[in-house]
C-alpha cells in the first residue's frame, strides 16, 4: 500500500505540479468568477439589450468552454496525464462534436424538403 501512494506522488511530481488544497480552491473561486460574469451578462445585459444576442451567446459559449477546461483539467485530473492519453481524448471529443454537428445539418435538410413536397 505504502508503494502504491509513493508510486502517485511520483507521477505527480513528474508532470511539475500535484493538487494541492490550495490549488482546488484556486481554481474553485477561477470558475466561480466566470459563474458571476456568465450571471452578470443573464441579468444584466442581455435582457435591456446593451448586448445582442449575438454578442452575449458568443461570451456564453467561451466563458463556458474555459469553464469545461478548468473542470476537465483540474477536478478530472486530464492536466496531470501523459500526452497520449489527453490527445486520445480530445481527438474523441473533436470526432463526437463533429458528428453531432453533421447529424444535425443533415436532419433539418430533411425536415425541410420533406414538408416542402406536399
Known amino acids: 500500500m505504502a508503494t502504491e501512494h509513493i ?13 494541492t488544497r490550495s490549488k482546488i480552491w484556486q481554481v474553485f473561486f477561477y470558475l466561480l468568477g466566470i459563474t458571476c460574469i456568465e450571471f452578470f451578462i443573464a ?15 458568443f461570451a456564453y459559449i467561451i466563458l463556458t468552454l474555459v469553464k469545461a477546461f478548468y473542470i476537465v483539467a483540474y477536478f478530472m485530473h486530464l492536466k496531470f496525464e501523459r500526452l497520449a492519453f489527453k490527445t486520445g481524448i480530445i481527438i474523441s471529443f473533436i470526432f463526437i462534436v463533429y458528428f453531432i454537428v453533421l ?5 433539418s435538410y ?4 420533406m414538408f416542402n413536397m406536399g
Open 7 to 19: 508510486h502517485d506522488h511520483a507521477h505527480d511530481e513528474e508532470h511539475g505540479e500535484t493538487m
Open 43 to 57: 441579468l444584466y445585459l442581455k435582457p435591456k439589450g446593451i448586448l445582442g444576442l449575438g454578442p452575449s451567446n
Open 103 to 107: 447529424m444535425l445539418a443533415e436532419g
Open 110 to 113: 430533411l425536415n425541410i424538403h
